[in-house]
């Protein structure tokens, strides 16, 4: 199981042995802008959209979002797309791209893949290289280094957050999203480890601060400037991908073209898109994405909030449309997917009698340590009439969903079971 990195002894022991490992291996470091061969050229060239021109490009579409969204399998909100449940029946494990959720701060940018570069700076780097004088990386230096694939969801921190208003009667700020802003996906990319031990990765480095090439983002009227947030160096050694495939293709612009970060089991926006520079430091890092946003508000938590945010907690959906009419005097096979952050889901349960009674589900098919599991329960209603199903599942931590969270006002990680209504008729 994953150490709590929010726990300084657990910190202190990761980075001890990851430093162990590293120091087997010998550091290697980067020579700026060092292409690997023009093999790698057609590559980046085929992967770049053919509108893009610039790094900084904003989206030439109808909104902020690049790829359609029809209603069938979205519901938008604004400068976001949820996927609906009922979209991914049938659709296996991974979600493919064309329902894959959206969660976009402003709009999403166009960038040219053979312009582009990765740029690492900062006083955690070996001679402290300046914001303007960076160690750069360019696309085909990333696709000549070593891959790794992994299997990972992906979830919005406000994931279920329409649920703190619809089931606990508590009002929250942000995007009312219901289940739908998590997807599983099957990344392709370079571990981050790597880049940064290419880089000249110091002992003394303590935080990275990935940014994207996003616009800035604008609160309130006060410019935030472009997503950015801290990062531990123990998770950034740890197991985080610098990725750019998904499901076995390039990244699409909505997802982070070229290079999006994918940082297992933690809350989205650590998973940072259109991946523009890395600042890495001897000191603890700051943005408003660590501070102001993502941490726990509320009049039960401290006036500045509680830490920041890392790991996902447990959920369960059903994919079934919200409301759902199914028909009387017949058989049901009602199915759905469990996840959590701290790992593997050990079993789910679904009650369709409002929780009165709990059944095992049964699932099926591969469950990866960082993805979801599926699972199915056969019902046949005993009556027409208005139904709630439950369902709710334990990971192998033990932690379980509860039946209410606590409140917090910004309706961050709402796991609480979802109570899915239904009518027979």
């Not at 050229?41 to 992967?47: K, L, R, V």
């Not at 053919?50 to 359609?68: E, L, N």
Request: net charge positive.
């Amino acid at each position: 199981m994953e150490p709590d990195l929010t726990d300084e002894a657990a910190y202190e022991q990761v980075r001890a042995e990851q430093w162990q490992r590293m120091s087997r291996r010998g550091m290697l470091r980067a020579t700026a802008g060092a292409g690997l061969g023009a093999a790698f050229m057609g590559a980046a060239s085929a992967a770049a959209p053919a509108t893009a021109s610039t790094t900084t490009t904003a989206a030439a579409a109808d909104g902020p979002i690049v790829k359609p969204l029809p209603p069938e399998l979205f519901i938008t909100h604004g400068t976001n797309a949820e996927t609906r449940w009922e979209a991914l029946k049938g659709a296996g494990l991974h979600t493919p791209v064309d329902r894959f959720f959206v969660r976009n701060h402003v709009s999403t940018p166009l960038i040219d893949a053979r312009t582009w570069r990765l740029k690492l700076w900062g006083s955690g780097l070996r001679g402290s290289p300046a914001e303007d004088a960076p160690v750069e990386f360019s696309y085909e230096d990333l696709l000549g280094l070593r891959a790794e694939t992994i299997t990972a969801f992906i979830e919005c921190t406000g994931n279920g957050r329409g649920f703190f208003t619809s089931q606990q009667g508590q009002q929250v700020s942000g995007t009312p999203w219901k289940l739908g802003a998590v997807g599983v996906a099957r990344w392709r990319g370079v571990p981050l480890s790597t880049v940064l031990e290419r880089a000249g990765l110091t002992r003394r480095a303590v935080d990275i601060l990935p940014r994207g090439l996003d616009p800035e983002y604008i609160d309130k009227g006060e410019n935030l400037g472009r997503v950015r947030r801290p990062l531990p160096v123990a998770k950034a050694l740890k197991d985080v991908l610098l990725a750019y495939e998904m499901n076995g293709e390039p990244l699409a612009p909505d997802h982070g073209f070229p290079v999006r970060l994918v940082v297992p089991s933690w809350v989205g926006i650590a998973s940072v898109k259109w991946l523009g520079d890395i600042q890495v430091s001897d000191q603890p890092l700051f943005s408003p994405w660590n501070t102001r946003f993502y941490r726990f508000f509320g009049p039960d938590h401290p006036a500045e909030g509680s830490a920041p945010l890392t790991r996902m907690n447990v959920k369960s959906a059903f994919e079934l449309p919200w409301d759902a009419t199914l028909a009387a005097g017949r058989r049901h096979v009602l199915t759905g997917r469990s996840w959590s952050g701290n790992g593997r889901i050990r079993t789910v349960e679904v009650s369709t009698d409002g929780g009165a009674t709990w059944h095992r589900a049964r699932t099926h098919g591969p469950h990866p340590s960082r993805a979801w599991v599926r699972w199915e329960h056969t019902w046949r209603p005993p009556a027409t009439g208005r139904y709630e199903l439950l369902a709710r599942a334990v990971d192998e931590t033990g932690a379980r969903q509860p039946a209410t969270v606590p409140h917090n006002t910004l309706g961050y990680l709402f796991g609480a079971v979802v109570r899915h209504p239904v009518t027979v008729t």
